[in-house]
Structure formats: structure tokens, C-alpha cells
T-cell receptor
Framework: NAGVTQTPKFRVLKTGQSMTLLCAQD?????MYWYRQDPGMGLRLIHY???????AKGEVPDGYNVSRLKKQNFLLGLESAAPSQTSVYFC????????????FGQGTRLTVV | EDQVTQSPEALRLQEGESSSLNCSYT??????LFWYRQDPGKGPEFLFT???AGEEKEKERLKATLTKKESFLHITAPKPEDSATYLC??????????????FGQGTTLQVKP
């Protein structure tokens, strides 16, 4: 029962470098989300997907891109990392339907220097 | 604008000292309110979903209640293992079929033995 798995768990990037965060879920959920968590700011939605092949912008999408080529995977890309993107990133998934609970991954701690 | 505010930001209790955490929300129609627990270095873990005013749910020492404007998470006779950050989130009717959640900033609870 893996649930939601994020890769990697930790990463340090230099300003301007690019990287991709991978989220994989094994619960056959339709909905997937990428959040960032910063001290005092709570969880803020970056991008989300309501199904394979579809993505949409959330609250703070600038500087990020996403793709959902397979139902079980949701990728978050940083094309040119900036220090402001230093954060903890969480992926979550939910089953379709009203008020289904969201399951979260363990997080990726990203530092941009 | 849909908004969720949690208070207090931090709470220190002695073991056995009961208290309540508050989650106030302003949304264009509530579809559901969620409580999550987050331990340091981990992703949020689902606790409860509340759907309508007057509803209550319990789990061990935790009890969640809901009114038309706020939710309370009551902690009865807490133990040190209840120490964590508690997150509140709402799903608004305006979220359509996206399943998007709006999170509060969280309340960090510390229970001392």
C-alpha cells in the first residue's frame, strides 16, 4: 500500500537550474494536486489535474509547469529555479466524487541557492 | 474570495489539559470541511470530513464540530503524541469538479508531559 510517493525527498538546486518532481499514486485516483508549503503560509495550490492529459493552474502557478501523461503520475517542473521557490512541495490525490479525502505524499524539500 | 483562517497559530498544553482549535471560513457555499494532522517532516494525514452545520465527528481524543462560519477541533485530555500541526481545509461549491481544497495556515500543538 504505497499510496502517494514523491521523488526525490530532498534536493538542492542552484539558481537557474531545472528539475522535475515526480508524484506517483497507486489508488487509481482521478484528481492530483501539487502544493507548496511555506512557514506561516499554509498549503498553496500550484497546479492540479482532474484527469489524464489535463492540467490547470492553481493559486501560485508562476515558474512551474506540470504534465499528467499517465493517470498515476503527475510531474512538476521548474524550468529555471529561483530562491523564491525554496519550499516543501507536496503532491496529493483524490478520488472523483464529493468530499473524498485527499491523500498526501511525504513531501519534497527543495532548496534553491 | 474564499478564505480559511485558523487560530491560534501555536498552542502549548500540559498533558491532560483539554482545549480547542478554531477554523473560521468564508466560502461561496461549503461543500465540505476537512481536518488533517501533519507531523514534522511528513505529509498531512486525513482526520475528519464535515459536511453540514451541526455535524460532529470523533476519533479517540479528538472531536470536530461544524457551524455555518467555523469549525472546532476539540482535544480532550491530550497526550504528548497528539503534538502535531493541525490543518483545516474547505472545498467550496465554486470549485466545481476540480476537488480543490483551500487550506488554513495550521495550528501547531505541543503537549508537554
Amino acid at each position: 500500500n504505497a499510496g502517494v510517493t514523491q521523488t526525490p525527498k530532498f534536493r538542492v538546486l542552484k539558481t537557474g537550474q531545472s528539475m522535475t518532481l515526480l508524484c506517483a499514486q497507486d489508488m487509481n485516483h482521478e484528481y492530483m494536486y501539487w502544493y507548496r508549503q511555506d512557514p506561516g503560509m499554509g498549503l498553496r495550490l500550484i497546479h492540479y489535474s482532474v484527469g489524464e492529459g489535463t492540467t490547470a493552474k492553481g493559486e501560485v502557478p508562476d515558474g512551474y509547469n506540470v504534465s499528467r501523461l499517465k493517470k498515476q503520475n503527475f510531474l512538476l517542473g521548474l524550468e529555471s529555479a529561483a530562491p523564491s521557490q525554496t519550499s516543501v512541495y507536496f503532491c496529493a490525490s483524490r478520488a472523483r466524487g464529493t468530499n473524498t479525502e485527499a491523500f498526501f505524499g511525504q513531501g519534497t524539500r527543495l532548496t534553491v541557492v | 474570495e474564499d478564505q480559511v483562517t485558523q487560530s491560534p497559530e501555536a498552542l502549548r498544553l500540559q498533558e491532560g489539559e483539554s482545549s480547542s482549535l478554531n477554523c473560521s471560513y468564508t466560502v461561496s457555499g461549503l461543500r465540505g470541511l476537512f481536518w488533517y494532522r501533519q507531523d514534522p517532516g511528513k505529509g498531512p494525514e486525513f482526520l475528519f470530513t464535515l459536511y453540514s452545520a451541526g455535524e460532529e465527528k470523533e476519533k479517540e481524543r479528538l472531536k470536530a464540530t461544524l457551524t455555518k462560519k467555523e469549525s472546532f477541533l476539540h482535544i480532550t485530555a491530550p497526550k504528548p503524541e497528539d503534538s502535531a500541526t493541525y490543518l483545516c481545509a474547505v472545498q467550496a461549491r465554486g470549485s466545481g469538479n476540480t476537488g480543490k481544497l483551500i487550506f488554513g495556515q495550521g495550528t501547531t500543538l505541543q503537549v508537554k508531559p
